[in-house]
């Protein structure tokens, strides 16, 4: 018996129609439940295809062709005068970002569930309340498929999926609000390069724009609070960005601590603590990359008693949260604001939804990540800090890209492979990838792992000469004599 026959209009309302709200109502909808999304976001497509991963990727694209082009002497080609129009970077990344928001917006206005333009909060644990969302003066109907009529004021569902997302972290200084900072979402909309910038932050926003701007030529500085880069990964992967990134012309400090913020002319300045020292840097502009909290504010949910942390929607792995009728989601629920994360998210919370008595739960055993950095960092599973923490056995070999064939060819020398391994079994229980490609090679790794692999396995598997992938090899042969 659906939701609707026992008194509510919905089996399931999803609030957010981002990657995992759609990943969940593709689910509910397969599964029959009688489903609602509701979008109140100024745009259709959520974080990922909007302001994200697609839209970054494209920029950072960009930059290694524009790189590679002014660097290419080692192969004995000479490329005078490099140079780029700005306009039409960014023009290519705006026309690739229409059609992925068009073909997610196509796909919410399928018919397949109903889809309502809306900001929604709770006015009890089965109630929302909607107020409409207006779109050049016209408010959508509420069907969102031109049927016409007003949308609802209220609307009942026997389920919920929370799938808010995340917005820009607020600033650690009030300071910093007054000089006015760019940041992942404004950055992509600039028209100009500035000649200078100031990035505050480390992760991997920080670092990939960083990038991008200062192989477009702005003078880029970057501060960081830790002492690397990329703190939550193994210090040898940020260690290696930091070298290529100071051999690119960026200036980085880090174990800083952030002390004030103001307007200096034409200049904006930033004042910081380094080695017992007050330093100050100026720049034309400054670029606010600390983070991104829960999308949670407007839902409401202290009325209806649903456990928070630090802003964000606890949930277990079932992604039902403290209230059981009642799921979450992606960037909203954490802790990896991952995109391939927050659909596997929507996937299993929809499941549970349709199939109580078949609930499915996340693994985050195979949990992979990739910064899209030149050269690219990439991991899976278990890292040498996490084994650390957590006080696990491991075994550990690399083997560095400036001695494999492939990458001599291509003249990608930074980096390595590593892979950690279980002592008793040979078990692979992570990988990190730091060099050419690393995002397409780990996901051998994550194969591997997903069908729990030994090195040993690892080893005996055949590999192509002369190829990036079969550096994998080495650290698997390594470790599988330490294993017999």
Same mark, same amino acid.
């Given at each position: 018996?659906?939701?609707?026959?026992?008194?509510?209009?919905?089996?399931?309302?999803?609030?957010?129609?981002?990657?995992?709200?759609?990943?969940?109502?593709?689910?509910?909808?397969?599964?029959?439940?009688?489903?609602?999304?509701?979008?109140?976001?100024?745009?259709?497509?959520?974080?990922?295809?909007?302001?994200?991963?697609?839209?970054?990727?494209?920029?950072? =694209?960009?930059?290694?062709?524009?790189?590679?082009?002014?660097?290419?002497?080692?192969?004995?080609?000479?490329?005078?005068?490099?140079?780029?129009?700005?306009?039409?970077?960014?023009?290519?990344?705006?026309?690739?970002?229409?059609?992925?928001?068009?073909?997610?917006?196509?796909?919410?206005?399928?018919?397949?569930?109903?889809?309502?333009?809306?900001?929604?909060?709770?006015?009890?644990?089965?109630?929302?309340?909607?107020?409409?969302?207006?779109?050049?003066?016209?408010?959508?109907?509420?069907?969102?498929?031109?049927?016409?009529?007003?949308?609802?004021?209220?609307?009942?569902?026997?389920?919920?999926?929370?799938?808010?997302?995340?917005?820009?972290?607020?600033?650690?200084?009030?300071q910093l609000d007054e000089v006015g900072c760019l940041n992942?979402?404004?950055?992509?909309?600039?028209?100009?390069?500035?000649?200078?910038?100031?990035?505050?932050?480390?992760?991997?926003?920080?670092?990939?724009?960083?990038?991008?701007?200062?192989?477009?030529?702005?003078?880029?500085?970057?501060?960081?609070?830790?002492?690397?880069?990329?703190?939550?990964?193994?210090?040898?992967?940020?260690?290696?960005?930091?070298?290529?990134?100071?051999?690119?012309?960026?200036?980085? =400090?880090?174990?800083?601590?952030?002390?004030?913020?103001?307007?200096?002319?034409?200049?904006?300045?930033?004042?910081?603590?380094?080695?017992?020292?007050?330093?100050?840097?100026?720049?034309?502009?400054?670029?606010?990359?600390?983070?991104?909290?829960?999308?949670?504010?407007?839902?409401?949910?202290?009325?209806?008693?649903?456990?928070?942390?630090?802003?964000?929607?606890?949930?277990?792995?079932?992604?039902?949260?403290?209230?059981?009728?009642?799921?979450?989601?992606?960037?909203?629920?954490?802790?990896?604001?991952?995109?391939?994360?927050?659909?596997?998210?929507?996937?299993?919370?929809?499941?549970?939804?349709?199939?109580?008595?078949?609930?499915?739960?996340?693994?985050?055993?195979?949990?992979?990540?990739?910064?899209?950095?030149?050269?690219?960092?990439?991991?899976?599973?278990?890292?040498?800090?996490?084994?650390?923490?957590?006080?696990?056995?491991?075994?550990?070999?690399?083997?560095?890209?400036?001695?494999?064939?492939?990458?001599?060819?291509?003249e990608a020398r930074d980096g390595f492979v590593k892979l950690?391994?279980?002592?008793?079994?040979?078990?692979?229980?992570?990988?990190?990838?730091?060099?050419?490609?690393?995002?397409?090679?780990?996901?051998?790794?994550?194969?591997?792992?997903?069908?729990?692999?030994?090195?040993?396995?690892?080893?005996?598997?055949?590999? =192509?000469h002369p190829t990036l992938a079969e550096i994998w090899t =080495?650290?698997?042969?390594?470790?599988?004599?330490?294993?017999?």
């Amino acid at each position: 018996m659906t939701g609707a026959a026992q008194g509510f209009d919905y089996d399931l309302a999803i609030i957010g129609g981002g990657s995992a709200g759609y990943a969940s109502a593709r689910i509910a909808d397969r599964d029959g439940l009688k489903t609602v999304v509701i979008e109140g976001g100024d745009e259709v497509g959520g974080l990922c295809i909007l302001r994200g991963c697609m839209p970054t990727k494209a920029l950072l =694209y960009a930059a290694e062709v524009m790189h590679l082009a002014g660097h290419a002497e080692p192969w004995g080609i000479r490329a005078e005068d490099v140079s780029f129009n700005f306009a039409q970077v960014m023009a290519r990344k705006n026309a690739l970002i229409k059609d992925f928001a068009d073909f997610r917006q196509q796909q919410l206005l399928s018919g397949k569930f109903k889809f309502i333009r809306a900001q929604a909060r709770f006015a009890d644990p089965h109630t929302l309340e909607l107020s409409q969302i207006a779109e050049s003066g016209s408010p959508l109907p509420s069907d969102g498929r031109g049927e016409g009529g007003e949308s609802p004021q209220k609307l009942t569902a026997r389920h919920f999926i929370l799938a808010t997302g995340s917005i820009i972290a607020p600033s650690p200084l009030p300071q910093l609000d007054e000089v006015g900072c760019l940041n992942s979402d404004t950055a992509l909309q600039l028209t100009r390069l500035p000649k200078s910038l100031i990035i505050l932050g480390g992760g991997a926003t920080a670092v990939e724009f960083a990038q991008f701007f200062a192989r477009f030529g702005v003078r880029v500085t970057l501060i960081q609070r830790s002492a690397h880069v990329l703190h939550e990964f193994d210090s040898d992967a940020a260690s290696t960005i930091e070298s290529v990134f100071r051999r690119e012309g960026i200036a980085l =400090y880090t174990g800083t601590k952030l002390l004030d913020a103001r307007r200096s002319g034409p200049q904006k300045e930033v004042a910081f603590e380094h080695d017992g020292q007050t330093v100050r840097v100026q720049a034309e502009e400054l670029f606010f990359a600390l983070g991104r909290v829960a999308n949670t504010a407007s839902l409401s949910l202290e009325k209806i008693g649903l456990q928070l942390e630090s802003g964000r929607i606890v949930a277990n792995a079932n992604m039902q949260t403290s209230i059981p009728h009642i799921y979450a989601a992606g960037d909203c629920t954490g802790l990896h604001e991952i995109v391939h994360i927050a659909v596997q998210q929507g996937e299993i919370a929809a499941h549970n939804v349709a199939h109580p008595g078949r609930t499915r739960q996340m693994d985050y055993r195979l949990l992979a990540e990739v910064i899209f950095t030149e050269p690219q960092i990439a991991t899976v599973g278990l890292t040498e800090k996490q084994a650390r923490e957590q006080s696990l056995p491991y075994l550990v070999a690399s083997y560095p890209f400036s001695d494999h064939g492939k990458s001599l060819i291509m003249e990608a020398r930074d980096g390595f492979v590593k892979l950690l391994a279980a002592p008793a079994t040979g078990e692979i229980l992570g990988a990190c990838c730091v060099g050419p490609l690393g995002g397409e090679l780990i996901h051998e790794i994550i194969a591997a792992m997903h069908k729990r692999m030994t090195v040993h396995d690892l080893a005996a598997m055949p590999h =192509y000469h002369p190829t990036l992938a079969e550096i994998w090899t =080495y650290p698997a042969e390594e470790l599988a004599e330490k294993t017999k």
